[in-house]
């Protein structure tokens, strides 16, 4: 009886210890919708990078490059990751493909120009 009573209490013990875990959130976040580049990429999985370029503003066709796009294991769908390149500005995206790191690649257009592009896996775009 009472090696039931020690097993209990343990497995009752083991059983609560993951409710005392506590979880650590590292870097600085982007409340004031800081670019990913200095918030340092906090947040971007519901906050995609502020510095993509603004289609309708031709002068910051540029401003992509400055995007850090990070490895990491990647579950956008091809056309996800299409709507994510037009919401950024560019059109006809093609030859779109995953890398080994993660990284969607592929080329697209800006201001009539063909630039490379890419999508990491928080969905921040990036001029490459």
């Given amino acids: 009886m009472r090696q039931t009573f020690t097993a209990l209490t343990l497995l009752a013990l083991l059983g609560l210890s993951p409710a005392v875990a506590q979880t650590t959130v590292t870097g600085k976040p982007a409340p004031d919708a800081a670019t990913s580049e200095k918030s340092g990429g906090q947040q971007a999985v519901t906050r995609p990078n502020t510095d993509r370029p603004d289609a309708n503003n031709p002068g910051t066709t540029g401003t992509a490059s400055s995007a850090k796009l990070e490895e990491g294991?990647?579950?956008f769908t091809e056309a996800q990751i299409r709507k994510r390149l037009e919401d950024a500005g560019y059109?006809?995206?093609?030859?779109l493909k995953k890398d080994d790191k993660g990284i969607w690649r592929g080329t697209a257009m800006m201001n009539g120009k063909s630039v490379n592009v890419g999508v990491d896996f928080k969905?921040?775009?990036?001029v490459q």
Avoid: L, M, W
């Fill in 123 to 126: 969905g921040n775009v990036a």
């Fill in 91 to 95: 059109k006809e995206a093609k030859d």
């Fill in 73 to 75: 294991a990647n579950s």
